[in-house]
């Protein structure tokens, strides 16, 4: 079975200042992983996604995410935020063979000005 | 323009009233799925179809039906809603097809339910 650990509920930060919001994983086969993004009001949609490859990820908005499988892990990460990015952010694996994601329970990212 | 339609976006019912909430996709996705959203629970699977005429239970399916009639349409139904129902319900779609954009998973805008 497949389980994915968002560490942090809620990560209020400055604008401007640089934000990582973390995402672990388990699981006993090889997945693709995804963060999802949550704008109020809204659906989700995609900001990036690993399927193979180079393990630092490029995804809409200025995020990037690094996969780390001796850590199991696909943190996010901004190097500058804006107001905009106040959202909720949600990490995802998916087995690669099917087709059930999983989801975290989310990390609502506050941008203070 | 491609996308996952979800009808109606917003309910007020009581106990027991039977409802169906609809979900339609033009992606041709093999797979569908539904989604409640919970305040600190995040994202939990209802039901999910991997094509027509194949459903089967994800985590939280006591109180839900679900049907997969034609590729595009994939209904959610309470049959008798309770108040433990009250929440934020998601429709999405994907598919395998590398040319169609695989393994993304395209969601609906989301209907917003209360039961009373």
């Known amino acids: 079975a497949q389980s994915v650990t968002q560490l942090d509920s809620q990560v209020p930060v400055f604008e401007e200042a640089p934000v990582e919001l973390r995402c672990n994983y388990s699981?006993?086969?090889?997945?693709?992983l995804f963060w999802y993004v949550q704008y109020p009001n809204q659906g989700l949609q995609l900001l990036l996604k690993?399927?193979?490859?180079?393990?630092l990820v490029k995804g809409i908005n200025g995020f990037e995410a690094e996969f780390n499988k001796s850590q199991t892990s696909f943190h996010l990460r901004k190097p500058s935020v804006h107001i905009s990015d106040t959202a909720e952010y949600f990490c995802?694996?998916?087995?690669?063979?099917?087709?059930?994601?999983?989801f975290g329970t989310g990390t609502s990212l506050t941008v203070i000005p | 323009e491609a996308q996952v339609t979800q009808n109606p976006r917003y309910l007020i019912t009581v106990t027991g009233k039977k409802l169906t909430v609809t979900c339609s996709q033009n992606?041709?996705?093999?797979?569908m799925s539904w989604y409640r959203q919970d305040p600190g629970l995040g994202l939990r699977q209802i039901y999910y179809?991997?094509?027509?005429?194949?459903?089967d239970k994800g985590d939280v399916p006591e109180g839900y039906k679900v049907s997969r009639k034609e590729k595009r349409n994939f209904p959610l139904i309470l049959e008798s809603p309770s108040p433990n129902q009250t929440s934020l319900y998601f429709c999405?779609?994907?598919?395998?097809?590398?040319?169609?954009?695989?393994?993304?998973?395209?969601f609906g805008a989301g209907s917003r339910l209360t039961v009373l």
């Open positions: 999405a779609s994907s598919t395998d097809r590398v040319n169609s954009g695989a393994n993304v998973l395209t």
């Open positions: 699981s006993s086969v090889s997945v693709y």
């Open positions: 690993y399927l193979s490859g180079s393990t």
């Open positions: 995802a694996v998916k087995r690669i063979t099917g087709n059930q994601f999983y």
């Open positions: 992606m041709n996705h093999e797979y």
């Open positions: 179809s991997m094509n027509v005429e194949v459903t």
